[in-house]
């Protein structure tokens, strides 16, 4: 693997964090997702050092509402995904209260059949107040986990609505999970998470409406794909050779497809059933994704954002914890209290006023 360089004068408990590391042990793994998930001294140093190891993990995020029953899905996958003998990370994102602050880190508990395999490793991590269905540092231990040579990472998003989609900009494959409870047809064409999905999957599949929902979702997708009524047959009799022609979310299972319509199928986590037809539909896609040059695409595009995520934090906690910018601001609000200025005048004239300081050294 990439020798892991740090520059001169890192911390020696950094060099020797990272030494343990490099041998493989699990220890020092948890010792640097701490330090990443926290944002600690030696944070960007220890993750600029592993950045060249980055980028052959395979990322899987697992979506959807509430009680869909995504971790007892992760752990089935990771089930199979260990007979196969790789080597499997697993984020577990769940939400802070916004009252207390705190939160009940309970996903784990549904993996307890992988939680002693040594060959996995489960992380589990809070919101803090994030937007978006991740926690504001589920990237950066993304890529701690890949650098230390993990085969899989299945990220799983606190339970989800229609907007939180951060999961796209994160994973190489995004699967939703739903449930026969989610909603109705018109519920499977609204924006949002239905768009993001690379594969759907229908979980507690035994419950009633559950082949309904399927059938919704591949209406969907007809619709969207402009293949909904190409099956139709004419009002005057049936062409039984039409009728025969699978539908596109099921046509996504060819290996020569130029493109890529989810695949819709469905499961029930609890007895396995559909489990591993579920993982075929992934490996389908990630084969895709690298003979397409859509894998290529995806990660720069998320290496792009990257950057305009470390530049917008960076910016922020220079200007906000300056104090002089801070007392600049507080006497602003006179004038805009009485209409004298406009919160956009203000803007400007900060960002004017903040050159040096954005320019400036890291706080």
């Not at 269905?133 to 299945?154: M, P, S």
Request: net charge neutral; charged share 25%.
């Amino acid at each position: 693997m990439t020798a892991i360089i740090l520059p001169e004068g890192a911390p020696a408990s950094l060099a020797r964090l990272l030494d343990d590391f490099t041998a493989g042990r699990k220890a020092a793994l948890a010792r640097a997702v701490s330090i990443v998930e926290d944002g600690r001294a030696g944070a960007d140093l220890l993750l600029g050092a592993l950045h060249p190891r980055v980028g052959r993990a395979r990322r899987i995020g697992l979506t959807g509402p509430p009680g869909a029953g995504k971790s007892t899905l992760t752990a089935k996958l990771v089930e199979l995904l260990r007979q196969q003998g790789r080597t499997v990370g697993i984020i577990a994102v769940d939400p802070t209260s916004p009252f207390s602050g705190g939160a009940l880190l309970g996903d784990r508990v549904r993996m307890e059949s992988v939680a002693l395999d040594p060959g996995v490793f489960i992380r589990s991590m809070a919101t803090r107040g994030s937007l978006g269905g991740l926690a504001a540092t589920t990237r950066e231990v993304c890529d701690v986990l890949d650098a230390f040579g993990l085969d899989c990472i299945l990220i799983e998003t606190v339970g989800v609505g229609q907007s939180e989609l951060d999961i796209a900009r994160t994973a190489d494959t995004s699967l939703v999970v739903l449930v026969p409870e989610s909603g109705d047809a018109i519920q499977t064409l609204k924006a949002g998470l239905m768009e993001i999905a690379d594969v759907f999957v229908v979980n507690k599949a035994d419950r009633p409406g559950a082949d309904r929902l399927r059938t919704d979702i591949e209406m969907m997708l007809g619709l969207r794909g402009g293949h909904a009524m190409q099956n139709a047959p004419a009002h005057h009799g049936v062409d039984l050779r039409r009728l025969a022609t699978p539908h596109p979310a099921h046509a996504a299972v060819s290996d020569d497809a130029e493109h890529w319509t989810p695949a819709v199928l469905r499961s029930s986590a609890t007895t396995g059933e559909g489990i591993p037809e579920l993982l075929a539909a992934l490996e389908r896609h990630f084969a895709y994704l690298e003979r397409s040059g859509e894998l290529a695409v995806r990660r720069r595009a998320r290496l792009r954002e990257r950057v305009k995520d470390v530049v917008f934090q960076r910016l922020a906690r220079r200007l906000w914890s300056d104090a002089a910018t801070n007392a600049w601001i507080d006497r602003q609000v006179a004038d805009l209290a009485d209409g004298r200025t406009t919160p956009y005048a203000v803007a400007d004239a900060l960002l004017r006023l903040s050159g040096t300081l954005m320019t400036g050294e890291s706080a």
